[in-house]
């Protein structure tokens, strides 16, 4: 580990200047200058159409680019806290937020959603449905299997779950038209955070929130959870309420993001474990610093996306892309025999 408030500080500056060059930059910039100006009309009520303002550049920053951008923010931070929150729960730094079928669920709901040409609004529906009763599902099979390792058991349900609704997706992408319904499924897999509004990103802000409250109040405990039952339970924790709780909260985090943008991968296992060897491991700490990673990490895959080329990438492609060669040093980095 690093100084701490060295690596407070780089995170800061980081995030400053990623929200700095994420309103600035795209098909129509941005200066600071008038980025400045724009934001002060707003706050005082002035007139934003001055002189040191384009016509529409009001409108590019507070009803395009800014809900995008906290859209991006809260994705990467959503998923960065499940990421942490799994990774403890399952004692294991290598895990991440759809370990548990809740992405398999969500992809499923909305690919159902965009199959029955359904309103956008019950597409996103349909993925937060889905991926909260697929979790609903492998933890209620999970207890009624009651193996020796309650952990062991869940993931394992998972991934057999996880399996079953892959296979019922494929099934619908098969049977999609393949000139219009196809390609937007496809799209829809990849991630964008293009059809993001000010709405929709309220909402997910909202559900966010909520979800993120008993982590927060349960952030001393939840670290009591790296430790084995009988121990944990000896120092006075209620494990399966705790573990149930947790679950919960990060498969609600989980399901909003993918209800939101699409599947976005590799976020929630590469930032939260970067994270963790920087900081430590202490849950209180981890919690805020990887939100804040995530969230910047997830503003500038996303500006990256929509200024790197003349059509918008996915975000889903840049995350994997960028994702891969990190998540190899980490895991060199954990592994590292102890001489």
């Not at 303002?53 to 800014?66: H, K, P, Q, S, Y």
């Not at 779950?161 to 892959?166: I, T």
Request: with cysteine.
């Amino acid at each position: 580990m690093v100084n701490r408030f060295i690596v407070f500080i780089i995170i800061v500056v980081a995030f400053v200047v990623a929200l700095v060059w994420a309103l600035a930059a795209g098909q129509f910039p941005i200066s600071t200058t008038e980025m400045a100006y724009l934001i002060f009309a707003k706050m005082t009520g002035a007139d934003p159409a001055g002189a040191h303002a384009a016509a529409n550049a009001d409108v590019v920053l507070f009803e395009i680019r800014g809900p995008r951008i906290v859209a991006a923010f809260m994705v990467g931070a959503a998923l960065s806290a499940a990421g942490a929150a799994y990774q403890n729960l399952f004692r294991n730094p290598l895990v991440s937020p759809d370990i548990l079928g809740v992405s398999s669920g969500a992809a499923l709901g909305a690919v159902l959603g965009i199959f029955l040409s359904l309103p956008i609004i019950v597409i996103q529906s349909l993925a937060f449905g889905g991926g909260l009763a697929a979790v609903a599902l492998i933890f209620f099979i999970g207890r009624q299997i009651r193996g020796r390792d309650p952990i062991l058991t869940l993931v394992l349900t998972g991934v057999v779950v996880a399996s079953l609704l892959g296979s019922g997706l494929a099934l619908v992408k098969y049977l999609a038209d393949p000139y219009n319904q196809l390609p937007a499924i496809t799209y829809w897999l990849l991630g964008s955070f293009s059809s993001v509004t000010r709405q929709s990103a309220g909402v997910a802000a909202a559900l966010f929130a909520i979800s993120l409250v008993p982590l927060f109040l349960l952030r001393w405990r939840i670290n009591l959870l790296a430790l084995p039952d009988d121990e944990a339970r000896a120092l006075g924790l209620d494990v399966k309420r705790t573990r149930l709780i947790v679950i919960v909260a990060a498969t609600l985090m989980t399901a909003v993001s993918v209800a939101l943008c699409g599947i976005v991968g590799w976020v929630g296992l590469v930032v939260p474990h970067a994270v963790r060897l920087l900081v430590g491991a202490e849950f209180s700490r981890l919690l805020p610093l990887a939100m804040v990673v995530g969230g910047t990490f997830m503003v500038v895959v996303d500006t990256l996306c929509r200024t790197i080329a003349q059509i918008e990438i996915p975000p889903g492609v840049l995350t994997a892309a960028i994702g891969t060669p990190i998540f190899m040093v980490l895991m060199a980095a954990t592994f590292k025999p102890k001489n």
